[in-house]
């Protein structure tokens, strides 16, 4: 079956970085893209960054451009999430997301499998 697991999360200092990773399973990575996707206390799900399925083109919200880096390793069948200059506003669950296509778009009903989570805190 499929299966999507992050890890990478934890705790970090406001200037920090953390990597997270999405290690993909049950079906075949190289074939559709990928995004991330977090959710604050609170607030409602944000769409942080995508990546087509031959890692041709990205996408990033304007919130962690410049900051944050996405990329995959089709043959490793992982997804990763280079943070850096991390804010108190990055603080959120961070999830991985399996798109239904080739093209990360940032709507949720085209994401057919999702990760658990993985905590990032950010916090001095």
């Known amino acids: 079956q499929v299966q999507l697991v992050e890890s990478g999360g934890g705790l970090a200092q406001p200037g920090g970085s953390l990597r997270l990773s999405c290690v993909a399973s049950?079906?075949?990575?190289?074939?559709?893209?990928m995004s991330w996707a977090r959710q604050a206390p609170g607030k409602g799900l944000e769409w942080v960054s995508g990546?087509?399925?031959?890692?041709?083109?990205?996408y990033y919200a304007d919130s962690v451009k410049g900051r944050f880096t996405v990329s995959r390793d089709n043959a490793k069948n992982t997804l990763y999430l280079q943070m850096n200059s991390l804010k108190p506003e990055d603080t959120a669950l961070y999830f991985c997301?399996?798109?239904?296509?080739?093209?990360?778009?940032?709507?949720?009903?085209?994401?057919?499998?999702w990760g658990q989570g993985t905590q990032v805190t950010v916090s001095s």
């Open positions: 997301a399996k798109a239904t296509m080739e093209v990360p778009v940032r709507v949720a009903k085209e994401y057919d499998y």
């Open positions: 990546i087509y399925n031959d890692g041709s083109d990205t």
């Open positions: 049950g079906f075949t990575f190289s074939s559709y893209a």
